[in-house]
């Protein structure tokens, strides 16, 4: 069965740094490209930022390009979210998920209705001062 988890996300202060982890199988890390995505009170889900089953494309979100990276480690069984910078408007669930992608050098983070599965039960971040 798909289903990734992540955690990591606390209480941080404007110009922070946090590191979420999405950790899942190891087949279902090297057969998906890894989405993160983030929803904050009252707003919809967005797509935050993604990284290929090759690992060797990553997508961002303009709202945190150049802050966040995302990355998976040598064991392939887990994705991480490093974010710096980190502004109040960060401040969300963020959430993680697979996407079986035909192309290896692909991923989205606009995704189509149920392109993403696998949804973990999310890890809250809060940027406050």
């Known amino acids: 069965q798909l289903q990734l988890a992540e955690s990591g996300g606390g209480l941080v202060q404007p110009g922070g740094s946090l590191r979420l982890a999405c950790a899942a199988s190891?087949?279902?890390?090297?057969?998906?490209?890894i989405g993160w995505f983030r929803q904050a009170p009252g707003k919809e889900r967005e797509g935050v930022a993604c990284?290929?089953?090759?690992?060797?494309?990553?997508v961002y979100a303009d709202s945190v390009k150049g802050r966040f990276t995302v990355s998976a480690d040598n064991a392939e069984t887990t994705v991480y979210l490093q974010m710096n910078s980190m502004k109040v408007e960060d401040t969300a669930v963020y959430y993680c998920?697979?996407?079986?992608?035909?192309?290896?050098?692909?991923?989205?983070?606009?995704?189509?209705?149920?392109?993403?599965?696998?949804w973990g039960q999310g890890t809250q971040v809060t940027v406050s001062s």
């Open positions: 990284i290929s089953r090759s690992r060797v494309i990553t």
């Open positions: 998920a697979a996407d079986w992608n035909p192309d290896p050098r692909n991923c989205t983070i606009v995704p189509r209705k149920g392109q993403y599965a696998g």
């Open positions: 190891v087949f279902t890390l090297e057969y998906n490209a």
